[in-house]
Structure formats: C-alpha cells, structure tokens
C-alpha cells in the first residue's frame, strides 16, 4: 500500500471518528428516543415482514398500522404511569401540606407508641427545601420525556419503511463472520425482547398483585402505592418491601394490627413469590436478565434517559456485557473458527421465536 492510499485510509478513518464523536454529543439528549425506537423496531419487524412479504401492503401503510399499535401497546401506558407519578409529585411540590400532615400523623404514632420525637424543627426544614429541586427535576423530565416521545415516533416510522436495507447495512458492517454474526444478531434480538418485554412484564404483574393486597387490607392511596411497587420490582427479591413494610408499619402505627400482619403476610407469600414464579415463565419464554444487570442498569439508565433508562438502562448495560463476551470469546480464546458451526446450530434452535430474518 502507497503513502497516499495510507494518507486517505487513515484520513478517513480519523473523519468518520470526529464527525461520529460530535454528532453522539449533539445527539446525546434524544438517546432516549433513538433507543426506544430500535427497540419497537426490533419488537416490531416480524409483523412489517408478515405484512410486507406474505400480505402485499404497502411499506407506508404497514409502517402507519405498526406506529398505531406502538402508540396504544406501549407508549399510552407508560406515558400515563409517568404522568401519574408526575401529578403528584408536582402535587407535593405546590402544596407540601399533602406530604407534612401524613407525615406529622406518623411522627405522632411513632412518639405515642416509642418516645422518641420524630417531628424535629430541622427535619422539617431540610424535607420542605429538597421540594422545590424535586419540582425542577420533574419539570425537566417530563419535557424530556415528551421530546424522546416524538423523536422515537419519528425515528421508528422510518426505520420501519428502510427496515430491510438497514439491517442489510448493519449486516455488512459487523466484524464477524456469517455464521457469527448470525448469531450476533439473533443474541441481540434475544436480549431487547428480555429487556424491552420482561422487565415491564414483571413490573406490571407484581404491581397488580400487590395493588390487589392494598385493596384488601386497606392500604392508604393503594392505585399510587401499587404502581410505585412497580418500579420497585427493579430491585430483586426485596424491591416491593421496600413498599409494603412501610406500609404495613404505618397501618400498626395507626392501631390496624390485622389489616398490617395481613399486608405483610401478603407480601412475604404472594406478592414476593410471584418474582419467582413470572422470573421462571420468563426463562422458558425469552432470555433471563440477571439481577446485577438490572439494578446497575436502571442506575445507569436514569441517569442517562431520564424516565425511559428504566428499560434502556439494563438494555444498554447487557449489550455491553456481549460485546465484551464476544471479544473474549473471538480475539482472546480464538473461538471464531469454531463458534461458526456451533453458532449455526445455536440460531437454528431459535430461529423459530425470533432470530428469523
């Protein structure tokens, strides 16, 4: 190779780097979005195909139907589950009084039944100004989140229409093998659908579960508690005690013994015991996520995605940890030539749910 062919090779490398590197920067506060319309795409490419190929629609027609479901399958419910937890948050912010006198009702109990004085003057003060930063960081969410929504939309009808020839693309730029890559591919399929379906899976049935027991027990504000308890299922096995022990606290305090063994009860049986059961389901259905992956994953996400890093978080966290298997497994242990005819067999086990083209 000439002086000038390394001049241009290594120029343009140096280019595509640069230019790469700002547009990530720019891009950075639409992350959300972008992930979240990969994802629905890759949840959504066997029906476009089905569509496409087998029905004869037109890609536009396809795109706008799949959109539609996108829309009333999973971007209404979580925008309705952010938006409740967001009124009343913001209920708090404006009139802190909702949150004082509870409070001051259970500083009370906890004073009659033990002595101690929970109820300080400088308690009070450092719980009222951490009010108005938790209202800024609401407000600064939630137009976050409303602009990823209409950058996902946009992004995923897209890549929808130019599903084919994106993927085409993508195929050509992976650095394995055919049969590697095949694999590659159906692991990262395998892994959104884990992400993107299991963890809210999970989410939603132990919230509905432990919902059903506040009811029951007569729980305080049990639709609001039931949907916190949800996203506490992102910490493993004690997530939603992290819920209901309070709760259950509080129901003794205020002199409801039955009602409060009853809710825990409840929740040590039934509401904790479904985490095993849905998990169990789970690694039948689709690939289990661990644990680890998934609380370090929301951490990373939340911090990143705002409100979305619930899902994109653990989604992002456990593509790295793939990319990292496959370097060791192709560059340090040499197992590329091998993994080709293994590999095969491998997508041809599970070419049946998802990693058919």
């Not at 009808?157 to 993927?167: A, D, P, S, T």
Request: hydrophobic content about 55%.
């Amino acid at each position: 190779m000439s002086f000038r062919e390394k001049y241009w090779r290594y120029s343009l490398f140096v280019l595509i780097v640069g230019l790469g590197i700002t547009i990530f920067i720019e891009l950075t506060p639409f992350l959300g979005g972008l992930l979240g319309a990969t994802t629905i795409y890759v949840l959504l490419r066997r029906q476009m195909r089905l569509l496409c190929d087998r029905r004869h629609w037109r890609r536009s027609a396809a795109a706008s139907l799949l959109l539609t479901e996108a829309i009333f399958l999973f971007l209404i419910p979580i925008s309705l589950v952010v938006w409740m937890l967001v009124a009343k948050i913001q209920d708090i912010t404006l009139d802190p009084q909702t949150v004082v006198a509870p409070l001051r009702h259970a500083a009370e109990l906890i004073h009659q039944r033990t002595g101690y004085d929970l109820w300080r003057e400088e308690n009070l003060q450092s719980a009222l100004a951490y009010l108005p930063r938790a209202g800024q960081w609401v407000v600064k969410n939630i137009a976050d989140f409303a602009l990823n929504l209409v950058v996902l939309l946009f992004v995923l009808y897209f890549m929808l229409i130019g599903g084919v020839r994106m993927e085409a693309y993508v195929w050509e730029l992976l650095p394995f093998d055919r049969a590697v890559a095949r694999r590659v591919m159906c692991e990262v399929r395998m892994i959104v659908r884990s992400n993107a379906i299991g963890i809210p899976l999970l989410a939603v049935v132990q919230g509905v579960v432990a919902y059903a027991g506040y009811l029951i027990f007569g729980a305080p504000s049990p639709l609001f508690w039931g949907v916190v308890t949800c996203f506490a299922t992102i910490i493993p096995i004690i997530g939603t005690g992290l819920v209901w022990v309070p709760l259950a606290g509080y129901m003794a305090l205020d002199g409801r013994w039955g009602a409060a063994i009853g809710l825990c009860v409840y929740g040590v049986l039934v509401v904790t015991h479904v985490d095993n059961v849905v998990r169990f389901v789970m690694q039948k259905r689709l690939a289990d996520t661990h644990p680890l992956v998934t609380i370090f994953g929301v951490v990373i996400g939340l911090s990143l995605f705002g409100f979305m890093g619930v899902i994109f978080g653990p989604l992002m966290l456990a593509m790295f940890i793939l990319c990292v298997d496959l370097f060791k497994r192709g560059y340090l242990e040499g197992r590329y030539g091998s993994s080709s005819k293994s590999g095969a067999g491998h997508v041809s086990k599970s070419s049946g749910n998802f990693c058919s083209s």
